[in-house]
């Protein structure tokens, strides 16, 4: 997924010259291909994130189109404010590249890990949030953030879990993504990000659930999820990322709403990590290893 | 541009008693505060709108006006009154000042056509203002970028990343202007967060600065001019010593005038103050 974002950064910058990358120092090697096709629209604006996002306003009120690039930990939640204020107040067109979302720095402990950014921003009006799942959705996400002209904040997780689409797959990420059809009546799992390869698997082991990918969190295809709701039997909702104030809070708050039904929102509970450990180890110590969901939705699963 | 400006500024004299003038008006009207902080820089304004600062009269939005970041949003009304000048407000905006519906905010809106940013919040606009003057260096553009600054808002870190980097970028386009006046919401500075000597660090971070008398009018032109035509690669600034509600008495160095309302009485009073009916 990283080599997919690098590519997609050289392209869109290949193919509009008001493109910028700013970088709060941080990116080593990620940005080797973009320093060598556009060495004077490289910007790294030191360990001050910050007046990073402040100056990314000003660049963007000056007609430059932005990307600022940061770990998910920093950006958006360092520079909250200066992303409310300072950018989606008149939504300027500067796109917000938070990498290493939910537990991928697993070693280096809380202050790096990220698992509170979608809370954070989607209460923050007319911010566009993306999640992509695998590198297909993370170049459509790409094009679409840049295209769009709004603000908005892309979340990129674990980079290395692999495809849930195939290379002739067409991602249109304001929609939802169906990954595995179901049996109605049953069971429909509800994955962003990353975590949709688990999901994947879940289903290989649940018989009769379906799997989609939802790569647009905000805006949301409520549509979408209303006809889904027609024929589903209960939700599941899997994120990297708190089950408070995320995607599984999202899509509760729109089934309570839309068409009552119940929804287990699998996510990180209440607590900051007590160890240290793989990136494994981690989802294991907070039930997001796949023997646990799998476990916990075939118990769902199961209910009448 | 050029002469346009000079043309369509001859009538326009930004005269600081107007100026506050107009800043009363507002306050009374609106039952609001924030008056100290107004009249603290109304004479940086009045000479930079009078003489620096490139803009059309009839468009707050031309393409290539120089930008006037008010990272101190709180003196808002000192630039509603400049504005009021030129036409962007018209003399409803004034009277109705905070009735509800009204556009014209407590702090710097940038939704608001003449104002380009939304602060009030301290400590955001400096970071914009060196986006701003590094978007204008990276086009080759001659816009230049000022933005004011309150002493007590430089206890915001932002400020200081601000600062290194744009001495660090050699962004001679951006002029910083620091309104000391001393005080912040709950007391003096020098009680509080003491900044020494701002012009000092300043020149420490790579500026070119200097301190000056924010109220002489002369000499914020002079030294505006003089940045102007230095041929340094620095930025600048100045650090404007001034007197947070200067110009009424009852209000000079009186910090209770960053929340207190004026009445009846002391509406009149100030308007004496600052030269009766004839400002």
Not at chain 1, 62 to 87: H, N, T, W
Not at chain 1, 285 to 302: I, N, W
Not at chain 2, 227 to 235: A, L, V, Y
Request: aromatic letters at 8%.
């Amino acid at each position: 997924m990283r080599q997919a974002f690098s590519d997609s950064l050289v392209r869109i910058a290949d193919a509009d010259p008001r493109v910028l990358l700013l970088t709060g120092d941080h990116g080593y090697a990620l940005f080797d291909a973009f320093r060598k096709a556009h060495p004077d629209r490289y910007i790294n604006a030191g360990i001050a994130e910050q007046n990073m996002v402040g100056m990314a306003a000003g660049l963007a009120r000056m007609g430059f189109r932005p990307f600022v690039y940061g770990l998910s930990a920093f950006v958006p939640v360092r520079v909250l404010e200066q992303i409310k204020l300072d950018v989606a107040h008149d939504d300027l067109p500067v796109i917000f590249v938070g990498d290493g979302a939910g537990f991928v720095y697993s070693h280096l402990g809380t202050s790096h890990q990220s698992l509170e950014d979608i809370a954070c921003i989607r209460a923050i009006p007319g911010m566009t949030v993306l999640s992509p799942a695998d590198r297909h959705e993370l170049t459509a996400a790409m094009d679409h953030a840049h295209a769009s002209g709004r603000s908005v904040y892309l979340r990129m997780g674990k980079a290395d879990l692999g495809d849930v689409h195939t290379p002739e797959t067409t991602v249109d990420v304001t929609r939802f993504q169906c990954l595995r059809p179901g049996r109605e009546g049953g069971t429909v799992i509800l994955a962003t990000g990353p975590i949709a390869t688990t999901a994947v698997r879940v289903a290989d082991q649940v018989e009769g659930a379906a799997v989609w990918s939802i790569p647009s969190i905000k805006p949301f295809d409520t549509a979408a999820l209303a006809t889904i709701c027609q024929t589903a039997g209960r939700l599941v909702t899997m994120e990297e990322h708190s089950v408070m104030g995320g995607f599984g809070s999202l899509v509760t708050e729109e089934v309570s709403a839309l068409h009552p039904l119940p929804v287990l929102r699998i996510g990180v509970q209440d607590r900051f990590s007590e160890h240290c450990g793989s990136y494994d180890y981690l989802l294991r110590e907070h039930g997001l290893d796949l023997d646990t969901v799998t476990a916990r939705v075939a118990a769902f699963d199961a209910r009448a | 541009m050029q002469s346009v400006r000079n043309v369509s500024r001859s009538n326009l004299s930004f005269e600081p008693a107007r100026l506050r003038r107009t800043v009363l008006d507002m306050a009374y009207a609106g039952q609001t505060v924030h008056i100290g902080c107004a009249f603290s820089i109304i004479e940086l304004l009045a000479v930079l709108y009078r003489k620096h600062l490139r803009f059309s009269p009839t468009d707050p939005r031309s393409p290539d006006r120089d930008l006037l970041v008010l990272s101190k949003g709180h003196g808002v009304m000192a630039q509603y009154a400049c504005m009021h000048e030129i036409g962007w407000i018209d003399d409803q905006a004034v009277s109705g000042y905070f009735a509800d519906g009204s556009t014209l905010k407590g702090l710097s809106d940038s939704r608001v056509p003449g104002l380009e940013v939304t602060s009030g919040s301290l400590g955001h606009g400096l970071s914009i203002a060196v986006g701003m003057a590094l978007g204008a260096r990276i086009d080759g553009s001659d816009r230049r970028v000022f933005a004011i600054v309150g002493d007590g808002e430089m206890n915001e870190g932002p400020n200081w990343e601000a600062m290194l980097f744009a001495a660090q970028q050699k962004l001679s386009n951006l002029v910083v202007i620091v309104d000391e006046n001393g005080f912040q919401a709950m007391g003096r500075t020098d009680e509080i967060i003491g900044l020494g000597d701002m012009a000092a660090k300043f020149t420490t971070f790579g500026f070119d600065a200097v301190t000056i008398d924010g109220h002489d009018e002369a000499a914020i032109d002079q030294t505006l001019s003089a940045f102007r035509s230095d041929g340094s690669q620095r930025p600048k600034a100045i650090v404007a010593r001034t007197v947070k509600g200067r110009g009424v008495p009852f209000m000079e160095n009186n910090n209770i005038w960053h929340y207190t309302r004026l009445n009846e009485q002391t509406y009149r009073d100030a308007i004496a103050a600052i030269g009766g009916d004839q400002a």
